[in-house]
T-cell receptor
Framework: SQQGEEDPQALSIQEGENATMNCSYK?????LQWYRQNSGRGLVHLIL?????REKHSGRLRVTLDTSKKSSSLLITASRAADTASYFC????????????FGAGTTVTVRA | DTGVSQDPRHKITKRGQNVTFRCDPI?????LYWYRQTLGQGPEFLTY????????KSRLLSDRFSAERPKGSFSTLEIQRTEQGDSAMYLC??????????????FGEGSRLTVL
């Protein structure tokens, strides 16, 4: 079973716009991570936020975490065509030996 | 390139045949994971290794599936008597040992299996 659920399932935006996607999870976590997957390829790690952090930035990425609501959001600013991909959140917890549990993903299409 | 490599990238087989996938992790990574991903879904955990020891197997891993990591380096995932429901992308990932492990995984490009 999958731990996280992303919302929306799919998102289509114009180049230059911001893309926001959300992730909800069910159990306690030590950290939450976001990964990107281009069509037919493997996953690439984007950013990690620990359970004691509320917000983190990396380049055009901004991640927030609300452990009271068991939710996270990923914001991609000034999107580019190359950002077209599926985005997955994944949670890790020490009692599960930090094995990652992934959500079903958000598919983002950036139109030129 | 010293990333995670998987072979073959694509495999088409007939129902009932056996298939084997190989994964070579990043050389200094002790942990190796196998995930399965079906169309439109996120990766689902199958099994993982700490060096050569297999630590856990998911209930998704039926008796037809076996994974090995004989010398704590590369790993193989074998599926016997394949079924159409086995069609999926099989992803391998590796990570450093637990003392430095934040949970971040480094993925290979995957092996896509199609069972006819």
């Amino acid at each position: 079973s999958q731990q996280g659920e992303e919302d929306p399932q799919a998102l289509s935006i114009q180049e230059g716009e911001n893309a926001t996607m959300n992730c909800s999870y069910k159990t306690s976590i030590n950290n939450l991570q976001w990964y990107r997957q281009n069509s037919g390829r493997g996953l690439v790690h984007l950013i990690l936020i620990r359970s004691n952090e509320r917000e983190k930035h990396s380049g055009r990425l901004r991640v927030t975490l609300d452990t009271s609501k068991k939710s996270s959001s990923l914001l991609i600013t000034a999107s580019r065509a190359a950002d077209t991909a599926s985005y997955f959140c994944a949670t890790a917890f020490f009692s599960n030996d930090y094995k990652l549990s992934f959500g079903a993903g958000t598919t983002v299409t950036v139109r030129a | 390139d010293t990333g995670v490599s998987q072979d073959p990238r694509h495999k088409i087989t007939k129902r009932g045949q056996n298939v084997t996938f190989r994964c070579d992790p990043i050389s200094e990574h002790n942990r190796l994971y196998w995930y399965r991903q079906t169309l439109g879904q996120g990766p689902e955990f199958l099994t993982y290794f700490q060096n050569e020891a297999q630590l856990e197997k998911s209930r998704l891993l039926s008796d037809r599936f076996s994974a090995e990591r004989p010398k704590g380096s590369f790993s193989t995932l074998e599926i016997q008597r394949t079924e159409q429901g086995d069609s999926a992308m099989y992803l391998c990932a590796s990570s450093p040992d637990r003392s430095r492990d934040t949970g971040e995984l480094f993925f290979g490009e995957g092996s896509r299996l199609t069972v006819l």
